[in-house]
């Protein structure tokens, strides 16, 4: 299938999945939104999705999406978003290209970024990475609403850094259902986090579920899904 196809079967997937949504104790938006995720592509994959009506791309690599944003730079209709894991001495790139950072996992990085951020007079919008499943192989902090809450108010001192959502990787599961409860508990996170009222944060993204377990995460709640794969085919 073309990546055009691939798109208009996952956007259908997407609203039969919202229908499936649990009413109540909702805060995110309804409204779903696609990341492209672009890495190890080229960028003539990126302008196919993008006209397909793709506007947001996700890389893994600073590097990577620094060699394509300086050549895709003319197309303003995109915006770029780090979902793979970020060196505090590539924050300053990083700020440059990204309108939302979705790996901040550490007070070290956050106020990398935030020292960025302020150097070149942006607030840049970020994401709390959780390591809900406790794997040795994924970033993320520990998947306590404690401990959330506590890095959350560290960021909301930090005034170039705007707090504006969760993000998980689920593990890899041959039945997407397995991944159930990792999605459930980043949004039961979510909603705690919601209802402390930390000023300067403005918790409005989800960010889970990827090719092989979108479906199931947008049934718990996300609003933000990172799709490489399904729409790009195998890298
Ligand atoms: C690669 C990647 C994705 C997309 O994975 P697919 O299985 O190809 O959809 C999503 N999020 C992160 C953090 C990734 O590294």
């Given amino acids: ?15 039969l999945a919202l229908t499936r949504r649990q009413p109540g104790g909702n805060f995110v938006s309804e409204d779903v939104k696609i990341i492209a995720v672009t890495k190890n592509h080229p960028i003539e994959k990126m302008i196919e999705a993008l006209d397909a009506g793709i506007h947001i791309v996700g890389e893994n690599r600073v590097q990577e999406a620094k060699m394509k944003y300086d050549q895709m730079n003319v197309e303003k209709r995109l915006s770029w978003h780090l979902v793979g894991h970020l060196q505090t001495n590539k924050a300053k790139q990083a ?5 939302l950072i979705h790996s901040v996992d550490s007070e070290r990085l956050a106020l990398a970024i ?22 040795d192989s994924k970033h993320g902090i520990v998947p306590a609403l404690k401990e959330t809450a506590e890095f959350a108010v560290f960021i909301s001192q930090l005034k170039n850094l705007k707090l504006c959502g ?7 599961y041959d039945n997407a259902e397995e991944a159930r409860p990792v999605f459930k508990e980043l949004k039961r996170l979510f909603d705690g986090l919601v209802l402390m009222n930390i000023p300067n944060t403005e918790l409005k993204w989800l960010s889970m579920g990827m090719t092989h377990d979108y479906i199931v995460a947008i049934e718990e709640g996300a609003n933000m899904v990172r799709i490489g794969t399904g729409i790009f085919g195998v890298r």
């Fill in 95 to 99: 700020v440059e290209m990204f309108d």
């Fill in 166 to 172: 969760l993000m998980t990787m689920a593990p890899f």
């Fill in 1 to 15: 299938m073309s990546v055009k196809q691939n798109i208009l079967q996952i956007q259908s997937d997407i609203s």
């Fill in 114 to 135: 935030n020292n960025a951020a302020e150097k070149v007079d942006k607030r840049q919008d970020i994401l709390v990475q959780i390591n809900v499943s406790e794997e």
